[in-house]
């Protein structure tokens, strides 16, 4: 079956550009995660879906960051006025059921801020 | 918070046993201690996660004493696609006001040497 899917897997913003990124995740997984991985260090958390609802949002680093699921399936993570910091991979994980289980990750997306 | 830390990298020959140990001196009753897996350009892979004691499936064991205050992975036999960097996360912490604190580590980047 399908993995995780993410789009776009690569993109360059300019300074203060809108982005959405999209996860597609393993069919009836309930639970959904973004992270943030900045180049040699390892995921950080940024949000946690359980369905629809957003249960953890306490790693975004900002406002400008938003993240939603409204269908329990596919989500986006939207970054307004984007800025060089924000430039990272964004993985999305998906897992069966709840925090504590294996969580399957996607391919990432390679944000780059000019 | 339960931090994590882990060797930065470590260098094995094939056919090794490479051991890799994750100090968590702040875990929590509640946590699991999970690895993951990562190749270049890609998500995090699971590999296995415990409570205590030991856990054994078919590509790792992970060796948790009762203090639980760290946690060693440990690979059989190594071959040169076992390079990757290996990620211990401790968690779900929850700490109330909708936080469940999933933190990985900075990872350890294992090289197997021909």
């Known amino acids: 079956g ?11 913003a300019k300074r203060g550009q809108d982005v ?19 180049l040699g260090q390892g995921p950080e958390f940024l949000t946690y879906f359980q369905n629809e609802a957003q249960l953890d949002k306490s790693g975004l680093p900002s406002d400008r960051f938003f993240a939603e699921r ?7 993570l939207k970054i307004q006025r984007t800025q060089q910091e924000d430039s990272a991979v964004y993985l999305c994980a998906s ?19 000019t | ?25 702040n875990i929590a009753t509640n946590d699991y201690i999970t690895w993951y897996q990562q ?8 590999i296995i996660q415990g409570y205590k004691t030991k856990v054994t499936n078919e ?15 440990s690979l059989p036999r190594v071959s040169l696609s076992d390079t990757a960097v290996y990620y211990c996360l401790v ?17 350890t980047k294992l090289s197997v040497i021909p």
């Open chain 2, 39 to 46: 190749f270049p350009s890609q998500g995090p892979r699971f």
């Open chain 1, 20 to 38: 959405a990124l999209r996860c597609d995740p393993i069919s009836g997984h309930v639970s959904l995660f973004w992270y943030q991985q900045a």
């Open chain 2, 91 to 107: 968690g779900p912490t929850y700490s109330g006001a909708g936080s469940y604190q999933l933190t990985f580590g900075k990872g």
């Open chain 1, 95 to 113: 897992s069966l059921s709840g925090v504590t289980s294996e969580q399957y990750f996607g391919p990432g997306t390679r944000l780059t801020v």
């Open chain 2, 1 to 25: 918070l339960a931090k994590t830390t882990q060797p930065i990298s470590m260098d094995s020959y094939e056919g090794q046993e490479v051991n890799i140990t994750c100090s968590h001196n």
């Open chain 1, 70 to 76: 409204p269908e329990g399936s596919v989500s986006t």
């Open chain 1, 2 to 12: 399908a993995g995780v899917s993410q789009s776009p897997r690569y993109k360059v």
């Open chain 2, 59 to 73: 590509v790792a064991s992970l060796f948790i004493p009762a203090d639980r205050k760290s946690s060693t992975l």
